[in-house]
């Protein structure tokens, strides 16, 4: 099981950036599959992007249409943490934002149900 804990969200206007953290402990991120997930008010929760990474290369990385071009999802694994660059931020964009992980490769499915950890989340508003 591997602990996680989210950071960086805020409140950023239209065309701003924030950068998201997801320190782990527990246990090294390698060989995990880590996502970033999003959950608007009223809204299901939907995946955004996930990445594979053994041994600090990068096999596998996946990018939901509408954050492709504008969000990068990456992975230190020295401070065992993922991250999520966001720019180019829309107003749709804000949401409780939630990284997660389970062992094995990452698939475009986005089935939260594979995902057998997460954090506790962290708030992105952008306003208009």
């Known amino acids: 099981q591997v602990l996680l804990v989210e950071s960086g969200g805020g409140s950023v206007q239209t065309g701003g950036s924030l950068r998201l953290s997801c320190s782990a402990s527990g246990s090294t991120l390698n060989g995990y599959c880590m996502a970033w997930f999003r959950q608007a008010p009223g809204k299901e929760r939907e995946g955004v992007a996930n990445?594979?990474?053994?041994?600090?290369?990068?096999?596998?990385?996946y990018y939901v249409p509408f954050v492709k071009g504008r969000f990068t999802i990456s992975e230190d694994s020295a401070k065992n943490t993922l991250y999520l660059e966001m720019n180019s931020l829309k107003p749709e964009d804000t949401a409780m934002y939630y990284c997660a992980a389970f062992w094995g490769r990452c698939s475009s499915s986005f089935d939260s149900r594979s995902y057998t950890d997460w954090g506790q989340g962290t708030q992105v508003t952008v306003s208009s």
């Open positions: 990445i594979y990474t053994v041994n600090g290369n990068t096999f596998y990385d």
